[in-house]
């Protein structure tokens, strides 16, 4: 209950956000990169040709500026020690609130081309941060960030494996198809990004609310700053520019890159209170006024900038300050800058860059007093504890950068990948949804799209006994509905006299089970209905008859006996029935394009989607060593995948050919070893895997028109005699040889030609007639041979209940060589988990004795259990076992109550 709830949150979560989230990540992936980007497509401005000369030094290009406009102010200068690096100098303009960046050519002073691109960067770093729409667009992006860390958490919890490897976690399968493989990129590229997403969201909330800033100041022990009591400056005339918008490391330096930017109007202090970065870098151009004492009342609209400074005082502090840096820093840099002073107090406050700084970011910042010729409070980035490093560097950690470049660009890709899973999330929400509402539709009688007013209904009855043919009765009534005609569906025990009295059209998709019999539920119908008469010449129907040629004397012969009933009763025939041979896509088919063309709509294909996922082959046991049967295995596989399955479910193979099989083949068609199938772009070897090869060829051209000529090889049925959370799939196959010695395509496949370790092709089938019910009524479980699979499953699953009242009646030839699982079933005796167990082994003795004898020999413990409302299951041969244990149980309990056991779900079948 607690992963379906997270399940339904996780989704409903991730439609609704998962378009912001994508938003979000492909905009600050693009961000992210914003100063390489902007100095790739403005090399002009960032990069000018060396000169054999040193490069102007602050207090020129100062004096060079005053000559050229008086009206000039000028906040800071920067100079790279790169020859080919361009120099900056930040100028107060008017709508610039931290000035404007001028790109200056360090030789000649002559100005740059601005910088193109800046106002793109401004409209992705405002669609990243609020969607353009201001505080609110804040909230949104916000709660979507915290729905982000939710995704991360949960999405982990929901995909946990039974068994953890690193393939498991990390490795994509390409192999499935469909919804699998949607699920598994989903899943996995998820795993892969986990890292990253909760950092990005962890340290983007630090810039949506107060709580969480503040809290993880708390966190990682850092002194929160407060608020400076301070008049905002005008804009343009604050030094902000200087050191904290400039990019000593020669990034971008024609707009901010600060997360700590407040928005329009806000004072400078407020935002310097909530962003401790922000404030380091204000503090590298204004000076902390508590630590030296300095005035920072001016309010806006004075100027104070350097008034304090004639234009030769300013070039001779400019020439004393660079001269003695240079002379006396300690330090190497990359970028030097300097603010030019406001009063003249014979300080100068200055910033630099490592050479190879830790990311843009990590500035240091020292004073340079030119009165006494010294430089002072040097505070090196690199001297601050992580914590420190962390809280005053968010953006960076934000981005990336802070972890290096390899790191920064992992994070740009986990950023770029975010549509993908908003995108696999939907196709897979609109798959389950579309699926969901048709049946749902079809199941109530109306239909999920319009209707056509002017159609005359379907009624589409099935008869299936593992689900073959009800998944292709909804199919037909989804292709049915998609042309906007009504549709009803039903089984065929719900049927009744008044709906094929009433019907106008009806299609029976009918199963033959066994050796030609109804299948289970359908008995009652073949009974009392096919043996009635009634007057349905207003009727049109059609037949589409499910069945196995492996079984010719029994061929489809329900369908038959439905069409031929119908027949008989003067309903019309739309077409001749249709056979269906083991659910081949081409019967099937043939069944969709005749009802188009007889119905005259435009029905889409059809087909019954047999999605093979990918499975390893982990161990093969021999069951019966020395029997006098067919040797039985044990066979174990484990799942690639995240795989699901209940108690009484099937196992269906896609069976491959030997080496040798395949080898045999190309010799006798003359086709050398290795022969690309260029289509397929593999060796043709590979691609015979899986075909019939002992059909009759033409001459082929080439390896496709060979390969068209071939049918893929029928599929396998076994019952699973596991439950997941064994965390391993289990069968049990007996060896099946034809009239030559040749081992079967199943059987032989999976006891002697796919080796330990080979990749099995296998999906899971829902056959809900045999699931176990979900309560502690009492089960008798009656089978034999192999048939012990479908059984061992259910019992499983009891024990892992608690549930005790089990029966297990199981039969086979000797005890000493073909009693299955014997260890595991003698220790659920002895713990009293399998109440009564017992056994028929029918060459232990002279007169053989099978399951129905001990059914009969019980019959009073039989009529005991099922009066306390037990339910019978029965697994294993139809031929004999099967047929005998239901002929005695209606001896003993009566045929019509056998019957009403039927209908009611309590016997059910997994015979063969």
């Known amino acids: 209950m607690l992963k379906k709830t997270f399940f339904q949150i996780h989704w409903f979560m991730g439609i609704t956000a998962g378009l912001i989230l994508s938003i979000m990540g492909v905009t600050g992936a693009i961000y992210s990169y914003e100063q390489q980007i902007l100095k790739w497509i403005n090399t002009d401005s960032?990069?000018?040709?060396?000169?054999?000369?040193?490069?102007?030094?602050?207090?020129?290009?100062?004096?060079?500026?005053?000559?050229?406009?008086?009206?000039?102010?000028?906040?800071?200068?920067?100079?790279?020690?790169?020859?080919?690096?361009?120099?900056?100098?930040?100028?107060?303009?008017?709508?610039?609130?931290?000035?404007?960046?001028?790109?200056?050519?360090?030789?000649?002073?002559?100005?740059?081309?601005?910088?193109?691109?800046?106002?793109?960067?401004?409209?992705?770093?405002?669609?990243?941060?609020?969607?353009?729409v201001g505080p609110v667009g804040k909230q949104i992006t916000g709660a979507c960030t915290l729905m982000l860390i939710f995704f991360v958490l949960s999405g982990l919890y929901l995909r946990w494996p039974k068994k953890h490897s690193l393939k498991q976690w990390f490795m994509v399968k390409p192999q499935l198809k469909g919804r699998n493989f949607l699920w598994d990129l989903h899943a996995v590229v998820g795993t892969w990004v986990v890292i990253f997403y909760l950092l990005l969201a962890c340290t983007g909330l630090y810039w949506s609310y107060d709580w969480w800033r503040s809290g993880m100041f708390k966190v990682l022990g850092v002194e929160q700053p407060k608020p400076e009591m301070q008049g905002g400056k005008p804009e343009g005339q604050g030094p902000r520019g200087a050191s904290g918008e400039q990019r000593g490391e020669h990034g971008p330096q024609g707009r901010p890159h600060e997360e700590g930017r407040p928005t329009e109007g806000r004072d400078q202090s407020e935002a310097n209170a909530r962003n401790p970065e922000a404030r380091q870098s204000w503090d590298a151009t204004k000076g902390d006024s508590e630590r030296r004492g300095r005035t920072e009342g001016e309010g806006r609209g004075t100027q104070p900038h350097a008034a304090s400074f004639s234009p030769e005082q300013m070039q001779t502090v400019l020439t004393q300050t660079w001269t003695g840096v240079q002379a006396k820093l300690g330090h190497d840099y990359s970028t030097l800058t300097l603010n030019l002073p406001k009063k003249a107090d014979g300080k100068v406050e200055l910033s630099f860059v490592d050479p190879i700084p830790q990311h843009e970011r990590a500035r240091n910042k020292a004073v340079y007093d030119y009165q006494a010729a010294k430089v002072q409070d040097v505070e090196l980035y690199e001297d601050k504890k992580l914590n420190e490093k962390i809280m005053s560097s968010m953006l960076p950690v934000h981005r990336g950068s802070f972890f290096g470049p390899i790191y920064q660009f992992f994070a740009m890709l986990a950023a770029l990948a975010m549509p993908l899973f908003f995108v696999t999330g939907w196709m897979l929400y609109l798959k389950r949804r579309k699926q969901k509402k048709l049946t749902q539709a079809a199941r109530l009688g109306n239909s999920a799209v319009s209707i056509d007013p002017n159609a005359k209904p379907w009624l589409i009855v099935y008869a299936s006994q593992t689900g073959v043919a009800e998944q292709l009765a909804w199919r037909t009534a989804t292709s049915l509905q998609e042309a906007h005609q009504p549709v009803t569906v039903k089984t065929i025990q719900q049927l009744a006299l008044d709906d094929l009295k009433t019907?106008?059209?009806?299609?029976?998709?009918?199963?033959?089970?066994?050796?030609?019999?109804?299948?289970?539920?359908?008995?009652?119908?073949?009974?009392?209905?096919?043996?009635?008469?009634?007057?349905?010449?207003?009727?049109?129907?059609?037949?589409?008859?499910?069945?196995?040629?492996?079984?010719?004397?029994?061929?489809?012969?329900?369908?038959?006996?439905?069409?031929?009933?119908?027949?008989?009763?003067?309903?019309?025939?739309?077409?001749?029935?249709?056979?269906?041979?083991?659910?081949?896509?081409?019967?099937?088919?043939?069944w969709n394009t005749a009802l188009a063309k007889v119905s005259k709509l435009d029905l889409q294909a059809m087909h019954i989607d047999k999605t093979f996922d990918s499975w390893t082959l982990i161990k093969r046991e021999l069951l019966n060593p020395a029997s006098l049967g067919a040797p039985a295995f044990n066979i174990e596989l484990q799942a690639k995948h995240e795989a699901h399955w209940q108690a009484g479910d099937i196992a269906e193979i896609q069976p491959g050919n030997s080496t040798a099989r395949i080898q045999a083949f190309m010799a006798q068609h003359q086709i050398a070893a290795n022969t690309a199938v260029e289509s397929l772009g593999m060796p043709i070897e590979q691609a015979l895997w899986n075909k019939q090869l002992n059909t009759e060829i033409e001459p082929f051209a080439n390896m496709e028109h060979l390969l068209e000529q071939l049918h893929t090889l029928p599929s396998r049925e076994y019952s699973i005699a596991s439950i997941p959370a064994q965390q391993k799939l289990r069968l049990v196959v007996r060896q099946q040889s034809n009239q030559t010695g040749e081992l079967g395509l199943g059987s032989g496949w999976l006891t002697a030609h796919a080796v330990l370790g080979q990749e099995i092709a296998l999906r899971i089938r829902n056959n809900e007639s045999f699931h176990l019910i979900d309560d502690n009524r009492p089960i008798i479980c009656i089978g034999n041979g192999t048939g012990i699979a479908g059984l061992m499953s259910l019992l499983h699953a009891r024990v892992r209940s608690d549930y005790t009242q089990n029966w297990l009646i199981f039969g086979e030839r000797q005890r000493e060589h073909d009693y299955f699982y014997q260890t595991t079933i003698e220790a659920w005796q002895t713990t009293g988990m399998l109440e009564r167990l017992d056994l028929a082994f029918s060459r232990d003795q002279a007169e053989k004795v099978y399951v129905h004898h001990v059914l009969r020999n019980q019959a009073a413990e039989l009529v005991a259990w099922m009066n306390r409302g037990a339910v019978i299951y029965v697994c294993g041969s139809i031929q004999g076992m099967a047929s005998d244990v239901d002929q005695a149980l209606n001896d003993i309990l009566g045929e019509n109550t056998v019957e009403q056991l039927r209908q009611e779900g309590r016997y059910r079948r997994d015979v063969y």
């Not at 000028?74 to 100079?79: A, C, E, G, P």
């Not at 010719?552 to 369908?559: E, L, N």
Request: hydrophobic residues 40%; contains cysteine; glycine residues 6%.
């Open 46 to 132: 960032y990069v000018v040709h060396a000169e054999n000369r040193d490069k102007l030094s602050p207090a020129e290009l100062y004096t060079h500026f005053q000559q050229v406009d008086p009206n000039i102010q000028i906040n800071s200068i920067t100079i790279a020690k790169d020859p080919t690096a361009s120099s900056t100098v930040n100028i107060v303009k008017e709508g610039a609130r931290r000035g404007y960046n001028m790109m200056v050519n360090p030789y000649s002073a002559e100005v740059l081309p601005e910088i193109k691109g800046q106002g793109f960067f401004q409209f992705v770093q405002q669609l990243h941060r609020n969607l353009t």
């Open 503 to 590: 019907a106008p059209q009806v299609l029976f998709v009918a199963s033959t089970y066994g050796t030609g019999d109804a299948p289970d539920l359908a008995s009652g119908f073949a009974k009392k209905m096919l043996n009635s008469t009634l007057d349905l010449s207003h009727l049109h129907f059609a037949v589409l008859a499910l069945g196995s040629k492996e079984y010719p004397d029994s061929y489809c012969s329900f369908g038959h006996a439905i069409a031929a009933w119908l027949k008989q009763n003067q309903a019309q025939a739309l077409f001749e029935t249709i056979e269906v041979d083991n659910a081949n896509p081409a019967d099937v088919q043939r």
